[in-house]
């Protein structure tokens, strides 16, 4: 218990028997004794369980008596405490109501049965302590004047959420200090809802979730689905799943619509402009496809967050406030010239106001009024007392928010670290906020632009050593935090770059920074966060490039440009190249190389595979000598998914993907989603019941909605149309709110396995016109064949002529499946035409480059379609021997369904025959 109290920053008085009393406040009073006191109260609370005992606690405030050695205090607040405390019942809190004035937005009570004690006229209020809030409301002292017309729309966004039983997102934008956060705070005050707080930090780029996680954390809430509980928990940092941004975002808003259908919810989230985009993805992610249930979201940002999301509904755009308003702002007590000053100064922003009236409370009667809000605050901190004024600085290293522990770790000098926080929050420069340190106590400076004033005021030499030191610190301290990588890497960075700046650059403090980058940029890369991971990757590489080559580093940013910057990726792996041969790194440079081939080979400037896999494959046993396993799995990742794939040569795919996957694994990474794998067991010769076993063992450790897609496509193979419906439809969906990406194509597939080919060929309609619209040229060249692959089935020959052409004109010439595809329709629609020698003649070709692969549904599918050709040029005999040969491939790949309707087929055939 003793520990607990001094924790929190109180002191324990005196042990009677088995009583405790513990006093804050004292010798030092804190702003926030009572909360403090109330914190301790309820984690000793929570504590008794584990100790196996039970005891009760009474809190009071109130002025006492101190000596001056042993510090005993006595006085009324201390008897009323006592009271309080044989009240309670065993493991119960109870306060006094002059402590619950202290606190009252920061913890949830209920009314006890009022105290009769002697002395006291009146019986003494007592409530119940049910639990401290994490994120209390923040405390508004100045009048709130104005804003009529934006109160009202505020509060018709939440009419219309409950009314719609939707989500509603509600951007308000305006300049520093006009008062966005306390436009909304007044909004949803009178609301019956929820209202939960997250906030984004200015530590540069790379902290993605963490408004999320505040936010999560006050919700306390799961979603139902189990996948989406488990990336959850992920995030809060408390088990380690890999997940994707796409995942992230579903999970994120299945709680939110959970929460909201429990109770009507408001999520705020505050300077939204300092948010990765990943985070401003997710937040377009819940404002779309929430539903079922009402939810406010609003984002509180500066004008700069329009250039970045321009499209984002933008219903306040606040300004600043009337002369008439701004006068109402300042208190009767001040009038004459310094009024007018104040005004004028002001420029009609309430911040102005609220740090000028601090200002003159320090002052009393004088106060200099600045021409702008920078100058104000620095006249506010110039009046510091300088140990007050240090203590600022030293939380500023920090951020906006900022511990306690932090503060002492770069001022060790300094013997009153609380005493000088306590005195910075009497005089509003900063107020007591949740920690993100569970162990700490954590403070946030009431505006940001108070903490720049303050950072801002450091020199560049000391910026850099505290930096450093504060990086220390974390790194002892902070081992909860989810990205501590990424944030470590800004303290380094920032510590390095200063360095730089001084003309006295560190290596290894570069190195340092560098590797803590990588690292959250990597993790990043496999959670799909690519934005986050480029930034974080860039920023690494910009500080180790100097210093010597990391090769793998510099090829983890070329694989995330790969399709947003292509030419930019083979840039970066063409240099890396050349700086591993002038370094004699015969490793990283065929390394290198390898990822440059296959660049060249993905943005077709060089389409030769032969080339590509002589490549690699010289690079494999070079790799090995080196222990690169690393290096060893991009290598037969290129082998898997660059070559083997587009030969249609699945069986080598599996093979090399496997290879791939054990190298990952031993090199520390865990890839995600084993597209290559997946495509070779639905593809391949594998048959497809031993397929759907290898499958269900990849699933049960990552169940990703595009290989339960893939999963769905296997039982549709083996006639289980009952399990692959249900299944196909609901990973398509979870597909397409994870990824933004249309499963079109796979439902196509199950279609037309189930005979209905009218839509397979819907869906696959809705497919490439979704490649159209996004540019993907290399998909809409194999599924635009396959669609009028769909219309011949149904007769419809001119509409699929058009689509042949279109594969035969975008398609790669060494891609195999669209190779066949374009060539087995064009022959059916010249067969419907009697053009039956070119007709067979294209089917042969087909036919012909399949039995190339090992694609065994590709082939069967090639000699059906010959098949039919034969036939409709008189050739029975000759329909109905390669009709068999197609029956053996579908036999051999145990598609049942193609199998049976291949052999009914044929034995219609037989039976047509002349004799």
């Given at each position: 218990?003793?520990?607990?109290?001094?924790?929190?920053?109180?002191?324990?008085?005196?042990?009677?028997?088995?009583?405790?009393?513990?006093?804050?406040?004292?010798?030092?009073?804190?702003?926030?004794?009572?909360?403090?006191?109330?914190?301790?109260?309820?984690?000793?609370?929570?504590?008794?369980?584990?100790?196996?005992?039970?005891?009760?606690?009474?809190?009071?405030?109130?002025?006492?008596?101190?000596g001056?050695?042993?510090?005993?205090?006595?006085?009324?607040?201390?008897?009323?405490?006592?009271?309080?405390?044989?009240?309670?019942?065993?493991?119960?809190?109870?306060?006094?109501?002059?402590?619950?004035?202290?606190?009252?937005?920061?913890?949830?009570?209920?009314?006890?049965?009022?105290?009769?004690?002697?002395?006291?006229?009146?019986?003494?209020?007592?409530?119940?302590?049910?639990?401290?809030?994490?994120?209390?409301?923040?405390?508004?002292?100045?009048?709130?004047?104005?804003?009529?017309?934006?109160?009202?729309?505020?509060?018709?966004?939440?009419?219309?959420?409950?009314?719609?039983?939707?989500?509603?997102?509600?951007?308000?934008?305006?300049?520093?200090?006009?008062?966005?956060?306390?436009l909304?705070?007044?909004?949803?005050?009178?609301?019956?809802?929820?209202?939960?707080?997250?906030?984004c930090?200015?530590?540069?780029?790379?902290?993605?979730?963490?408004?999320?996680?505040?936010?999560?954390?006050?919700?306390?809430?799961?979603?139902?689905?189990?996948?989406?509980?488990?990336?959850?928990?992920?995030?809060?940092?408390?088990?380690?799943?890999?997940?994707?941004?796409?995942?992230?975002?579903?999970?994120?808003?299945?709680?939110?619509?959970?929460?909201?259908?429990?109770?009507?919810?408001?999520?705020?989230f505050?300077?939204?402009?300092?948010?990765?985009?990943?985070?401003?993805?997710?937040?377009?992610?819940?404002?779309?496809?929430?539903?079922?249930?009402?939810?406010?979201?609003?984002?509180?940002?500066?004008?700069?967050?329009?250039?970045?999301?321009?499209?984002?509904?933008?219903?306040?755009?606040?300004?600043?406030?009337?002369?008439?308003?701004?006068?109402?702002?300042?208190?009767?007590?001040?009038?004459?010239?310094?009024?007018?000053?104040?005004?004028?100064?002001?420029?009609?922003?309430?911040?102005?106001?609220?740090?000028?009236l601090?200002m003159?409370?320090?002052?009393?009667?004088?106060?200099?009024?600045?021409?702008?809000?920078?100058?104000?605050?620095?006249?506010?901190?110039?009046?510091?007392?300088?140990?007050?004024?240090?203590?600022?600085?030293?939380?500023?290293?920090?951020?906006?928010?900022?511990?306690?522990?932090?503060?002492?770790?770069?001022?060790?000098?300094?013997?009153?670290?609380?005493?000088?926080?306590?005195?910075?929050?009497?005089?509003?420069?900063?107020?007591?906020?949740a920690?993100?340190?569970?162990?700490?106590?954590?403070?946030?400076?009431?505006?940001?632009?108070?903490?720049?004033?303050?950072?801002?005021?450091?020199?560049?030499?000391?910026?850099?050593?505290?930096?450093?030191?504060?990086?220390?610190?974390?790194?002892?301290?902070?081992?909860?935090?989810?990205?501590?990588?990424?944030?470590?890497?800004?303290?380094?960075e920032?510590?390095?770059?200063?360095?730089?700046?001084?003309?006295?650059?560190?290596?290894?403090?570069?190195?340092?920074?560098?590797?803590?980058?990588?690292?959250?940029?990597?993790?990043?890369?496999?959670?799909?966060?690519?934005?986050?991971a480029?930034?974080?990757?860039?920023?690494?590489?910009?500080?180790?490039?100097?210093l010597?080559?990391?090769?793998?580093?510099?090829?983890?940013?070329?694989?995330?440009?790969?399709?947003?910057?292509?030419?930019?990726?083979?840039?970066?792996?063409?240099?890396?190249?050349?700086?591993?041969?002038?370094?004699?790194?015969?490793?990283?440079?065929?390394?290198a190389?390898?990822?440059?081939?296959?660049?060249?080979?993905?943005?077709?400037?060089?389409?030769?595979?032969?080339?590509?896999?002589?490549?690699?494959?010289?690079?494999?046993?070079?790799?090995a000598?080196?222990?690169?396993?690393?290096?060893?799995?991009?290598?037969?990742?290129?082998?898997?998914?660059?070559?083997?794939?587009?030969?249609?040569?699945?069986?080598?795919?599996?093979?090399?993907?496997?290879?791939?996957?054990?190298h990952?694994?031993?090199?520390?990474?865990?890839?995600?989603?084993?597209?290559?794998?997946?495509?070779?067991?639905?593809?391949?010769?594998?048959p497809a019941?031993?397929?759907?076993?290898?499958?269900?063992?990849?699933?049960?450790?990552?169940?990703?909605?595009?290989?339960?897609?893939r999963?769905?496509?296997?039982?549709?193979?083996?006639?289980?149309?009952?399990?692959?419906?249900?299944?196909?439809?609901?990973?398509?969906?979870?597909?397409?709110?994870l990824?933004?990406?249309?499963?079109?194509?796979?439902?196509?597939?199950?279609?037309?396995?189930?005979?209905?080919e009218?839509?397979?060929?819907?869906?696959?309609?809705?497919?490439?016109?979704?490649?159209?619209?996004?540019?993907?040229?290399?998909?809409?060249?194999?599924?635009?064949?396959?669609?009028?692959?769909?219309?011949?089935?149904?007769?419809?020959?001119?509409?699929?002529?058009?689509?042949?052409?279109?594969g035969?004109?975008?398609?790669?010439?060494?891609?195999?499946?669209?190779?066949?595809?374009?060539?087995q329709?064009?022959?059916?629609?010249?067969?419907?035409?009697?053009?039956?020698?070119?007709?067979?003649?294209?089917?042969?070709e087909?036919?012909?480059?399949?039995?190339?692969?090992?694609?065994?549904?590709?082939?069967?599918?090639?000699?059906?379609?010959?098949?039919?050709?034969?036939?409709?040029?008189?050739?029975?005999?000759?329909?109905?021997?390669?009709?068999?040969?197609?029956?053996?491939?579908?036999?051999?790949?145990?598609?049942?369904?193609?199998?049976?309707?291949?052999?009914?087929?044929?034995?219609?055939?037989?039976?047509?025959?002349?004799?």
């Amino acid at each position: 218990m003793k520990a607990i109290v001094e924790r929190h920053g109180g002191s324990v008085e005196k042990f009677i028997g088995d009583a405790v009393m513990a006093v804050f406040g004292v010798p030092v009073a804190h702003e926030d004794d009572a909360l403090r006191a109330v914190r301790a109260a309820a984690e000793m609370r929570d504590a008794l369980p584990e100790l196996n005992v039970q005891a009760r606690i009474g809190v009071n405030t109130g002025e006492v008596v101190t000596g001056t050695e042993e510090r005993l205090a006595t006085g009324d607040a201390v008897n009323v405490a006592a009271r309080l405390e044989q009240a309670a019942q065993s493991d119960e809190v109870l306060m006094g109501a002059p402590t619950l004035a202290l606190v009252r937005d920061a913890v949830d009570v209920e009314e006890a049965k009022p105290l009769a004690l002697k002395g006291k006229a009146e019986p003494v209020l007592a409530y119940r302590l049910l639990r401290v809030l994490e994120a209390p409301e923040r405390r508004h002292e100045t009048p709130f004047v104005g804003r009529e017309r934006e109160l009202a729309l505020l509060r018709d966004a939440w009419e219309r959420a409950q009314t719609e039983r939707r989500c509603l997102l509600v951007t308000v934008v305006a300049d520093a200090g006009v008062g966005k956060s306390r436009l909304v705070a007044e909004a949803l005050t009178p609301l019956d809802a929820r209202i939960v707080r997250g906030r984004c930090l200015p530590y540069g780029q790379g902290i993605t979730y963490w408004p999320v996680v505040e936010v999560l954390k006050q919700l306390d809430v799961l979603p139902a689905e189990e996948v989406a509980a488990a990336a959850i928990h992920s995030l809060l940092g408390e088990t380690e799943v890999q997940t994707s941004a796409e995942e992230i975002a579903w999970a994120v808003r299945k709680t939110f619509e959970r929460a909201a259908s429990e109770r009507l919810l408001a999520l705020v989230f505050e300077d939204v402009q300092w948010g990765e985009e990943t985070f401003l993805d997710l937040i377009e992610h819940v404002a779309l496809l929430s539903s079922g249930a009402p939810i406010l979201l609003a984002c509180l940002a500066r004008p700069e967050l329009l250039e970045r999301r321009p499209q984002w509904p933008v219903a306040l755009r606040l300004g600043p406030l009337p002369a008439d308003d701004v006068e109402a702002l300042i208190p009767r007590r001040i009038g004459g010239e310094l009024r007018q000053r104040m005004a004028r100064a002001a420029g009609g922003n309430p911040l102005f106001i609220t740090e000028m009236l601090a200002m003159t409370g320090e002052a009393e009667t004088q106060v200099v009024v600045p021409p702008n809000l920078q100058a104000l605050l620095t006249a506010r901190l110039d009046r510091l007392d300088p140990s007050e004024r240090r203590v600022l600085e030293r939380g500023a290293v920090e951020g906006e928010i900022f511990h306690r522990g932090a503060v002492q770790a770069l001022a060790p000098e300094e013997t009153q670290v609380t005493p000088r926080l306590a005195a910075l929050v009497r005089k509003e420069l900063i107020e007591p906020d949740a920690p993100q340190l569970s162990s700490e106590d954590g403070f946030r400076f009431r505006h940001l632009l108070i903490r720049d004033a303050a950072y801002d005021g450091l020199p560049k030499a000391s910026r850099a050593e505290l930096h450093e030191r504060l990086a220390c610190w974390l790194e002892e301290q902070g081992g909860e935090l989810v990205e501590l990588d990424e944030i470590l890497g800004y303290h380094l960075e920032q510590a390095a770059l200063f360095q730089a700046e001084l003309g006295q650059s560190d290596p290894a403090l570069a190195q340092r920074a560098g590797k803590r980058l990588a690292a959250g940029g990597r993790r990043a890369r496999w959670r799909g966060d690519e934005g986050a991971a480029s930034s974080l990757l860039e920023r690494a590489l910009g500080l180790t490039r100097p210093l010597g080559l990391d090769v793998h580093l510099e090829l983890d940013l070329a694989w995330i440009y790969r399709f947003s910057a292509p030419d930019e990726a083979l840039a970066i792996a063409e240099a890396t190249a050349e700086r591993a041969r002038d370094e004699d790194d015969e490793a990283g440079e065929l390394l290198a190389r390898v990822v440059a081939a296959h660049q060249r080979f993905v943005i077709g400037e060089q389409p030769d595979v032969d080339g590509l896999e002589t490549l690699a494959r010289s690079a494999l046993p070079v790799l090995a000598q080196a222990d690169d396993d690393a290096g060893l799995a991009r290598v037969w990742d290129v082998l898997a998914y660059g070559v083997a794939i587009t030969r249609g040569r699945f069986d080598e795919c599996a093979q090399a993907a496997e290879q791939a996957l054990r190298h990952a694994r031993l090199a520390g990474d865990e890839p995600r989603h084993l597209f290559s794998l997946e495509s070779a067991l639905v593809n391949g010769p594998r048959p497809a019941d031993e397929a759907l076993r290898v499958l269900d063992a990849v699933l049960s450790e990552n169940p990703h909605p595009g290989s339960l897609l893939r999963r769905a496509w296997l039982l549709a193979m083996l006639g289980r149309f009952d399990e692959a419906w249900p299944l196909a439809h609901e990973a398509a969906a979870r597909h397409r709110e994870l990824t933004g990406l249309e499963s079109d194509a796979n439902l196509a597939e199950i279609a037309s396995l189930a005979g209905n080919e009218e839509s397979a060929a819907g869906y696959l309609r809705a497919f490439c016109d979704w490649c159209e619209v996004h540019g993907q040229h290399d998909w809409l060249s194999t599924y635009a064949p396959q669609r009028g692959r769909a219309l011949c089935a149904l007769g419809r020959y001119e509409e699929a002529e058009p689509l042949a052409q279109l594969g035969r004109k975008l398609g790669n010439k060494q891609d195999f499946a669209t190779q066949m595809l374009w060539r087995q329709v064009q022959a059916l629609v010249q067969a419907s035409r009697g053009e039956h020698a070119q007709a067979e003649q294209l089917a042969r070709e087909a036919v012909a480059i399949g039995e190339q692969t090992d694609a065994l549904n590709f082939q069967a599918a090639a000699l059906c379609d010959l098949a039919e050709v034969l036939q409709s040029a008189g050739s029975t005999d000759g329909a109905a021997a390669t009709l068999a040969q197609a029956l053996d491939r579908y036999e051999r790949k145990a598609n049942l369904v193609m199998a049976d309707r291949t052999r009914t087929r044929l034995a219609e055939l037989r039976a047509s025959a002349p004799r």
